[in-house]
């Protein structure tokens, strides 16, 4: 198993990673609405979610990977009334087809002020040896495999019938 760690920004204080990458796969850790130039999380709920998602598409190119990559979400929010401005940004930003979510309002995040937060898992493309070759090798070796298992089991009748004689 391979495992590799996003460093945190300098200055950061928080003790986790951005991101561990584990055999290809991308775990995001939840971001927040943070504007990372002043530090500063707007009180406006669509101005936090724009960061939020800027702040993940940034963790995930720094671990190879981009928001068309990622395959799960979670969304964390501190209020249901928010969930629509939410659910329209978030359609905007994230590609077909979008990722599995979960959505779940709290009573409180890590923070005062900060109403939205959202995890990420992704799989890049690159990880995944996407692309016509690699699947056309795949259906290759399952097709191959299959003629190999179906040759195996006729001799082995054949020669199961044969002892029986």
């Given at each position: 198993m391979s495992r590799r760690a996003i460093s945190a920004p300098p200055g950061s204080t928080t003790p986790l990673s951005p991101a561990i990458i584990v055999d290809g796969i991308v775990y995001a850790s939840g971001q927040i609405g943070r504007d990372p130039v002043t530090g500063e999380v707007p009180a406006d709920i669509r101005a936090q979610v724009r960061n939020t998602i800027d702040n993940?598409?940034?963790?995930?190119?720094q671990a190879g990977a981009d928001l068309k990559d990622v395959v799960k979400t979670t969304v964390f929010?501190?209020?249901?009334?928010d969930f629509g401005a939410m659910n329209e940004l978030y359609a905007q930003q994230f590609?077909?087809?979008?990722?599995?979510?979960s959505t779940i309002v709290v009573a409180?995040?890590?923070?005062?002020?900060?109403?939205?937060?959202?995890?990420?898992?992704?799989y890049p493309a690159k990880a995944s040896g996407a692309g016509k070759g690699a699947r056309?090798?795949?259906?290759?070796?399952?097709k191959t495999g299959a003629k190999k298992r179906g040759a195996?089991?006729?001799?082995a009748r054949s020669s199961r019938g044969r002892r029986g004689r």
């Open positions: 993940l598409r940034a963790v995930l190119r929010l501190t209020r249901q009334s590609p077909e087809p979008r990722p599995a979510r409180a995040l890590a923070r005062p002020g900060i109403d939205v937060e959202i995890e990420a898992v992704a056309a090798r795949s259906k290759t070796r399952v195996t089991r006729k001799a």
